[in-house]
């Protein structure tokens, strides 16, 4: 059975920094590409970050410099530091795990809010 979970969310105020944690078990997650999406209340669902089994990173506009996304393959756990956070970072997380070889398989996470107000 795969299980996706995210942790580490909650309520910031601007320009804290949180950690967000995705622990996954019943996948190869060294095999998997890891994302990191976000879901503002009345928006669409947005990719924040990602990495490669090869550890290559890539970021949107709106978080680079400021969010990093690493990988604990032995833990096979995702990471997202989260740094100097805005208001406009206020959205559910969710964790994404991605596997492009054949079979293609994709599974998701429940979401972990974050809210950063003052």
């Known amino acids: 059975q795969v299980q996706i979970v995210e942790s580490g969310g909650g309520l910031v105020q601007p320009g804290d920094s949180l950690r967000l944690s995705c622990t996954t078990s019943?996948?190869?997650?060294?095999?998997?590409?890891m994302y990191w999406y976000r879901q503002a209340s009345g928006e669409q669902r947005e990719l924040v970050a990602s990495?490669?089994?090869?550890?290559?990173?890539a970021y949107a506009d709106s978080v680079k410099g400021r969010f990093t996304i690493s990988r604990e393959n032995a833990k096979n756990t995702l990471y997202l530091q989260m740094n100097n956070l805005k208001p406009e970072d206020t959205a559910v997380y969710y964790c994404?795990?991605?596997?492009?070889?054949?079979?293609?398989?994709?599974?998701w996470g429940q979401g972990t809010q974050v809210t950063v107000s003052l």
């Open positions: 994404n795990a991605f596997r492009s070889l054949s079979p293609r398989l994709e599974y």
């Open positions: 019943g996948i190869i997650f060294r095999f998997y590409t």
């Open positions: 990495i490669t089994r090869d550890d290559t990173t």
